[in-house]
C-alpha cells in the first residue's frame, strides 16, 4: 500500500508493538508470548469470541487428538485434572484462561478488510471493514491459520439433491441424522470420528475413500502413537520410524487395505513432513468398519436427485452428504504481500511471503519470518505444537526490534499518537 492507497482514510492511528490478526489459539500464543517480553499488541479478531472455531465450528464428541502435553502453548500448562484428551469445550476453557492469565484481551468484531505495507510510513496498513478505520503497525502477526475457511467441493449435480448437504463445520452430532443413510465425504480424522458418531446414535453411514490413507492406533502399547513416534526420532531415522509404525500399526489393526483403506507407499511420517497430511488416529472406527457398521465406498462421480453415482458407476441413494473435506487459509483475500517473480523469472502465484493458496512460502520451521515485519503463526502444518514453536520465535525475534526502538528518545511519542491522513 503506498502513499494514494491511504487518501481517502480520514484518520490513520499508530498502534503501539504489533498487530495480531486472529485470536485464535495461534494468536493468543503470539500475544502473550509478546506480552511475557512486555511488547504490546493488538489482537483483531472477527468473529465474536476468541478461539471461535473450536467454539462454534467443531461437532460435539471432538477431542484433542494429541495428549494433552503436545498440545499446550507456551507459558500455561492445562490445569490439573484435565483428562489425557481434552475435550473442545475443556480446550477453548483453557483458551480462555490462557488469555486472561496473559492479559490478551483481543478486540472482537474486527474484521480486516485489507493489509499492506506502507513504505513511506514503514509500517503495515490494516484497514478494518465497515468504516473508515486504519491502524498502523510497525509488526504485523498473521495467525488466521490453515483452517479458515471450509472446503466445499462443487460436485456435478449437486444442487438437484433433495436432502441437507452440510460441512463439518455446522456439524455437531449424529442425533440428528438417527435412522438414515448418510454420505459422509473424506477419510481424514473429521471424516472418520463423523462416522463413528453417526454409527453410535443409529445412522447408517457410508464413508467415502478417494485416496490412500495412513490410519494409526491412538495408542500402542497404552502409550500415545504420536509419544511414541517424537521419542523414537531421536533415536531413528524418519523411514526407520515409519517402519516401526507400520508395523505396530499391523499388529494391533491389521491389514487396513482389506478394508478399503489402503496406505500411501511412503511412510506416515515422511509424509507428513513432505505434504503435511497427517496421519488418522484411530479411536474405534475401524472396528465399525470391519463389522459392517460404517461402509466404506469410492471415490464421487456425480450427486444425483436422491443419491449419488461413483466412480465405478454404482448408484446409491442417501438420505444426507456430510462434507468433512477440510479447510483452507484466507490469506490471500485480505493480505497484500507483494508481487514479482520467483528466481527463476517466472511470475509469483501469490505474495512475497505467502502463495496463491494461503500458505508460507518458506516451509516449517522458517515460515515464521517474512519481510518488513510480517509474521505468521500457526502455517507449520504442524499443529499446536508448531504454533508454540511459531509464537515463541515471533516473540524473540520482534522483542529485539522493540528494544532496539524503545532507546530512541522519540520512539515512544510517535508510536502512540494518531497521524491524520
Not at 503501539?16 to 494468536?27: D, E, N
Not at 498440545?71 to 488469555?99: N, R, T, W
Not at 511420517?269 to 459392517?292: A, F, Q, S, Y
Amino acid at each position: 500500500m503506498d502513499g494514494e492507497a491511504l487518501q481517502g482514510r480520514r484518520r490513520a492511528a499508530w498502534v503501539p508493538g504489533a498487530i495480531i490478526v486472529g485470536a485464535g489459539p495461534s494468536g493468543l500464543a503470539a500475544a502473550a508470548c509478546l506480552a511475557a517480553r512486555g511488547v504490546p499488541a493488538t489482537v483483531l479478531e472477527m468473529a465474536d469470541s476468541l478461539a471461535s472455531t473450536w467454539r462454534h465450528r467443531t461437532y460435539d464428541r471432538l477431542t484433542l487428538h494429541l495428549p494433552r502435553r503436545f498440545c499446550e502453548l507456551p507459558l500455561l500448562p492445562f490445569p490439573e485434572g484435565y483428562p489425557e484428551y481434552p475435550s473442545k469445550d475443556q480446550f477453548v476453557a483453557y483458551m480462555e484462561g490462557y488469555a486472561a492469565a496473559a492479559g490478551v484481551a483481543p478486540r472482537f468484531g474486527a474484521h480486516v478488510e485489507e493489509a499492506a505495507f506502507d513504505a513511506a510510513a514503514g509500517a503495515w496498513a490494516v484497514r478494518l471493514a465497515g468504516g473508515d478505520e486504519l491502524l498502523l503497525a510497525r509488526w504485523l502477526v498473521v495467525a488466521t491459520g490453515e483452517n479458515a475457511v471450509p472446503r466445499r467441493p462443487e460436485f456435478p449435480g449437486a444442487r438437484l439433491f433433495e436432502g441437507p448437504v452440510v460441512h463439518t463445520c455446522d456439524y455437531k452430532s449424529g442425533e440428528a441424522f438417527s435412522g438414515r443413510k448418510v454420505l459422509v465425504v473424506g477419510c481424514g480424522n473429521s471424516g472418520m470420528e463423523v462416522s463413528l458418531d453417526l454409527c453410535r446414535h443409529g445412522a447408517k453411514p457410508s464413508l467415502v475413500v478417494r485416496n490412500t490413507v495412513h490410519v494409526l492406533p491412538r495408542e500402542m502399547f497404552g502409550l500415545s502413537t504420536f509419544g511414541i513416534a517424537m521419542a523414537l526420532l531421536r533415536l531413528f531415522s524418519v523411514p526407520a520410524v515409519d517402519r516401526i509404525l507400520l508395523a505396530a500399526a499391523r499388529l494391533a489393526l491389521g491389514d487396513t487395505g482389506k478394508l478399503g483403506l489402503r496406505r500411501p507407499k511412503t511412510g506416515p511420517m515422511e509424509l507428513k513432513n513432505l505434504t503435511g497430511r497427517t496421519p488418522v488416529l484411530d479411536v474405534g472406527t475401524l472396528g465399525h468398519i470391519k463389522t459392517g457398521k460404517i461402509k466404506v465406498v469410492g471415490a464421487v462421480k456425480e450427486v444425483t436427485q436422491r443419491g449419488v453415482r461413483f466412480a465405478d458407476g454404482k448408484e446409491e441413494q442417501f438420505d444426507a452428504i456430510i462434507l468433512a473435506t477440510g479447510y483452507r487459509s484466507n490469506v490471500p483475500s485480505w493480505l497484500k504481500d507483494g508481487e514479482g517473480e520467483d528466481d527463476d523469472g517466472r511470475v509469483r502465484d501469490g505474495g512475497e511471503v505467502f502463495t496463491s493458496q494461503g500458505m508460507p512460502r518458506v516451509p516449517f520451521p522458517n515460515g515464521w519470518r517474512g519481510k518488513n515485519g510480517l509474521y505468521t503463526v500457526g502455517f507449520s502444518q504442524r499443529g499446536l505444537l508448531g504454533a508454540s514453536s511459531d509464537a515463541l520465535n515471533i516473540a524473540r525475534d520482534i522483542h529485539c526490534q522493540w528494544k532496539d526502538m524503545m532507546s530512541r528518545p522519540a520512539c515512544n511519542n510517535v508510536l502512540q499518537s494518531d497521524e491524520t491522513v
